[in-house]
């Protein structure tokens, strides 16, 4: 049941690649016209998506591959707990993370972004299992003042 599980996450992946190859080189140069004479071109965006949707699919299918490869079944339902009945561990873990971001966009829109970015980071962190408090406040202020540089000065776009 697990490999059918992951034989369709190949397929998956398969045809999302298949479909990155044709939406970079036949429909983004095709139907998205426009050029500007300084700064990103229309065209910048749709193509960075898709390569980044080429490398996920590619990391899907080769991942799920090389799982079914080397029968690690056994090693992966040693961690897991028992799932019993329709609500499941992960369906909580979803609808935790699902508050999490929703509670960041309202607060993102009334405090910024500076301010609350970080506690949504940490409390992602710890919530996925990151034990280290000193990891955790590193990676929420280097993540929070790395996205901040990126998107205000690089891309000169207001994160007000």
């Known amino acids: 049941m697990v490999n059918d599980e992951k ?3 190949i397929k998956i992946g398969i045809i999302l690649l298949i479909f990155s190859v044709i939406n970079y080189n036949i ?3 095709y139907y998205v016209k426009g050029r500007t004479l ?7 965006f749709p193509k960075l998506a898709t390569i980044f949707l080429g490398i996920f699919s590619l990391t899907l299918i080769l991942s799920r591959w090389y799982s079914i490869r080397n029968k690690k ?3 992966d339902n040693k961690g897991k707990k028992k799932e019993v009945g329709i609500v499941s561990y992960r369906s909580y873990r979803v609808l935790i993370t699902i508050t999490i971001m929703s509670i960041y966009l309202i607060l993102f829109k009334q405090i910024g972004f500076l301010w609350a970015t970080p506690p949504m980071l940490a409390l992602l962190m710890f919530f996925f299992g990151m034990p280290s408090f000193k990891r955790i406040l590193f990676f929420c202020i280097t993540t929070t003042v790395f996205l ?3 998107f205000e000065k690089g891309l000169k776009i207001p994160l007000n």
């Open 148 to 150: 901040f540089f990126l």
């Open 73 to 75: 079944e056994k090693e």
């Open 38 to 44: 300084s700064g990103l071109s229309p065209i910048f």
């Open 7 to 9: 034989k369709k996450d």
């Open 27 to 29: 429909i983004i140069p």
